[in-house]
């Protein structure tokens, strides 16, 4: 099974940029579709983005388009999550997560890290 293990978030004031990175195991090139995903207390669990390995076809929320970036960089196993123009509404914990469909639907996901907490003031 594949391991996730999140990094980079922190404290920003509004307009901040964070650069969060989700680092494999193992290679999860042309295996696993992976996606960003961020849960604020008290909210449903949302999905952010989406990258295939295949393609590199990238998916965004309508909140995250124009403001986000997903990339991956195949010979490290790590997968980022370039975000700016960050609002107090982007607070949440974020997790990367990989699965076996190209969907927002997380459930669908089998592995998860642990989570990165951004936290943006205004």
């Known amino acids: 099974r594949v391991q996730l293990m999140e990094s980079g978030g922190g404290s920003v004031q509004a307009g901040g940029s964070l650069r969060l990175s989700c680092a494999a195991s193992e290679s999860t090139n042309e295996r696993y579709f992976i996606g960003w995903f961020r849960q604020a207390p008290w909210k449903e669990r949302e999905g952010v983005a989406l990258?295939?390995?295949?393609?590199?076809?990238?998916l965004y929320s309508d909140s995250a388009k124009g403001r986000f970036t997903i990339s991956q960089d195949n010979a490290k196993n790590t997968i980022y999550l370039q975000m700016n123009s960050l609002k107090p509404e982007d607070t949440a914990m974020y997790y990367c997560?990989?699965?076996?469909?190209?969907?927002?639907?997380?459930?669908?996901?089998?592995?998860w890290g642990q989570g990165t907490q951004v936290t943006v003031s205004s």
């Open positions: 997560a990989a699965g076996r469909q190209f969907t927002w639907y997380w459930d669908t996901y089998a592995y």
């Open positions: 990258i295939s390995p295949f393609d590199d076809s990238k």
